[in-house]
Structure formats: C-alpha cells, structure tokens
C-alpha cells in the first residue's frame, strides 16, 4: 500500500530556534498533502492544507507565518514551525489523500518538543 | 473545528470479548472512515463506508452507517490485545473534498 514517510520522529529544540518536517509520499504522487497537530488524548486538528506548486490553506486560527508549509514537489512537503515557544510542544502528523479518492495515508508523526 | 462526537471516550474490555465504538456527525457525507492510532504513531485506515452503504464488514471490524441519525458505529469482534489503541471516524464532505474531519476518538484497551 501507499506509503507516507515524515521526519523527524522526534526533536527537542530550544525556544526562539525554528524545526522543519518533513513529509514524503514515497510511491505515489500528492497534489495535496494536510497537515494535522493533536495534543495527548485528543483528536487531530487540522492545521494546514499543502498545496503542490501553490499557496498553502491555512485553518482559522492558525498562523501563517508561524507555521510555514512548503509543496514544492509532488512527493514532499515541508512544516516549518518558526521562532518556536515551549507551547507549540505536540505531536505534528501529516497525510496524504489517496489519488482519486478521500482514504488518507499518515505518517509517523512527530513529537516536537520546545524547552 | 471537529464535527465528530464519539462514545466512549474510553473502553476496557477483555480479550475475547467485542468491542463497539460510536461516532456521530454533524454535516451531510460523502464517506465515512474509521483510523486506528497506536500511542504515538500515526494513523492506519480501517475501512471506508459510502454514504449509500450501511453496512461493511472487513475481517473482524463491522461498521454501519445511519445517514438519517448521522451515526455510525466500529465493531471489532473477538478482540485481542493488540487491539489496543484509540480509534478515530472521519468524515468527508460534499464540498470538502479529500479534507477529513476527526471525531474526538474512543481509546480502546484489550486486557488479556
């Protein structure tokens, strides 16, 4: 089956510093990939929808340029959370929609957090 | 903002035994999916249910869909600890496109 591979799983990083995601298909291609964040035992929320060779749609409430979302090919997206503060800490997963249809394939998901 | 209310938040049961999960939504559908999510990894995709089905089985998982109460309820049969995790619906709209909605989740724990 399609497969969405995201890095890192984890990082540590200190407050004020800037971590970029990544999240790749890697046997298929993905005009639209969505970015989610969940805090423990909760749902996911979603962030961001990345758009291939476009602007990414931001969700209301969500800061644009704090959270940058780069497309800039078909197999890879980029979550860049800059000047981050120790709130930003969660767990930052994405997914890609299956071609032609709604079933999405995650990632692993990653653990950010901000001391 | 999630549409998806689910029931139980949590559920404990033994091995064995069958477990149920329910998920309500708010807007019309185009499909309904059911997630699984061991802690701390991402999701994996159950099965999918169109808006015209109302029932779908695959292997030990059984869904059914109730457009009119917008519900839709997870049965996984002879569960086993493996089964633990948190299981999430989502939703799909006429006008979303491949943008899902999450329920709220139920965590399920399988004592062996």
């Known amino acids: 089956g399609a497969v969405v591979s995201q890095h890192p799983s984890w990082v540590i990083c200190k407050s004020g510093t800037s971590v970029k995601i990544e999240c790749r298909s890697l046997?298929?291609?993905?005009?639209?990939m969505f970015w989610y964040r969940q805090f423990p035992k909760q749902s996911l929320m979603l962030m961001a929808t990345?758009?291939?060779?476009?602007?990414?749609?931001?969700e209301q409430g969500v800061e644009k340029d704090k959270f940058l979302i780069n497309h800039a090919s078909l197999t890879l997206s980029t979550l860049t959370v800059t000047s981050a503060h120790p709130e930003d800490s969660s767990f930052y997963i994405c997914?890609?929609?299956?071609?032609?249809?709604?079933?999405?394939?995650f990632g692993q998901g990653t653990r950010l957090t901000v001391v | 903002s999630q549409q998806g209310e689910e029931d139980p938040q949590a559920l404990s049961i033994q091995e064995g035994e069958n477990a149920t999960m329910n998920c309500s939504y708010k807007?019309?559908?185009?499909?309904l999916q059911w997630y699984r999510q061991n802690s701390g990894r991402g999701l994996v995709h159950l099965i999918l249910?169109?808006?015209?089905?109302r029932e779908k089985h695959s292997g030990r998982l059984r869904v059914t869909l109730d457009t009119s109460k917008k519900s839709s309820s997870l049965l996984i049969t002879a569960s086993r600890a493996a089964d633990t995790a948190s299981y999430f619906c989502?939703?799909?709209?006429?006008?979303?496109?491949?943008?899902?909605?999450f329920g709220e989740g139920t965590q399920l724990t399988v004592n062996p």
């Open positions: 046997d298929f291609q993905a005009t639209t």
């Open positions: 997914s890609a929609p299956r071609q032609g249809g709604t079933e999405a394939f």
């Open positions: 249910i169109r808006s015209n089905e």
């Open positions: 990345s758009n291939e060779g476009s602007k990414a749609t931001y």
């Open positions: 807007t019309s559908i185009n499909n």
């Open positions: 989502a939703t799909d709209g006429k006008t979303s496109g491949s943008r899902l909605t």
